[in-house]
């Protein structure tokens, strides 16, 4: 089955500790995203790669980093300096570019709960 | 920045009731996606609009894009419980796909 998988479902870290969230996919897109969902606030746009060895900072990339060795993968650490992190966080990918169907596949979403 | 607003925030209709939101895009959109996200869900494609003033039905959905390519509806005929859940619209300006807030349908039988 071609998808993206997001591990785990639900992360629980104690305050002030780093954690990387898990994004991989087998469906051959170029370009990955992570976003941020909190309730009444839609998707935040975290980090995106539109290639490998490349990313660029979405609108709240303060406290977040990344790193895209592989194509299929893209993981997102959360560092002791995002001062809320508890958040579902969501990871996609798609074929970048502005023609034909390019829609966002997404990945089932880790629930991230600091404590 | 380019912003895309979605209203309305929540929407609460009895079941057989209709339910429409509404995209409104600071600038000119090359196109529009629409996605619905379920309950403890992620979110799921369900239409893309390309060409000014393109209308696109699926079963009881009817997705509209408006003639300037700035602002697009989604309107359900005859909601069913099973339409529960967020649904956003993404517009892509550019490389970026930028995403609305989402609207929250809820239904009661």
């Known amino acids: 089955d071609g998808g993206i998988t997001q591990s785990p479902k639900y992360l629980f870290r104690k305050e002030g500790q780093n954690v990387t969230l898990s994004c991989e996919q087998n469906?051959?897109?170029?370009?990955m995203y992570w976003y941020r969902q909190d309730p009444g606030q839609g998707l935040r746009l975290i980090y995106y790669?539109?290639?490998?060895?490349?990313?660029q900072k979405g609108d709240i990339a303060e406290g977040y980093s990344v790193s895209r060795e592989k194509k299929e993968s893209f993981p997102l650490t959360v560092t002791s300096a995002q001062k809320n992190p508890t958040a579902f966080y969501l990871c996609?990918?798609?074929?970048?570019?502005?023609?034909?169907?390019?829609?966002?596949?997404f990945g089932p979403g880790t629930r991230l709960t600091v404590l | 920045g380019q912003q895309v607003m979605q209203i309305p925030q929540y929407q609460h209709v009895q079941e057989g009731e209709d339910f429409t939101t509404y995209c409104n895009s600071s600038?000119?959109?090359?196109?529009i996606q629409w996605y619905k996200q379920r309950p403890g869900g992620h979110p799921v494609f369900l239409i893309q609009l390309v060409k000014s003033g393109e209308v696109k039905k699926q079963k009881r959905l009817t997705f509209q894009f408006g003639e300037a390519k700035k602002n697009s509806s989604l309107h359900i005929t005859a909601t069913q419980t099973t339409d529960v859940g967020t649904y956003f619209c993404a517009g892509q300006a550019g490389t970026a796909l930028i995403f609305g807030k989402g609207t929250t349908l809820s239904v009661s039988s």
């Open positions: 469906l051959n897109h170029d370009a």
């Open positions: 600038t000119t959109l090359s196109n």
């Open positions: 790669s539109q290639i490998v060895n490349d990313f």
């Open positions: 996609a990918s798609r074929i970048p570019g502005t023609s034909g169907y390019n829609e966002q596949f």
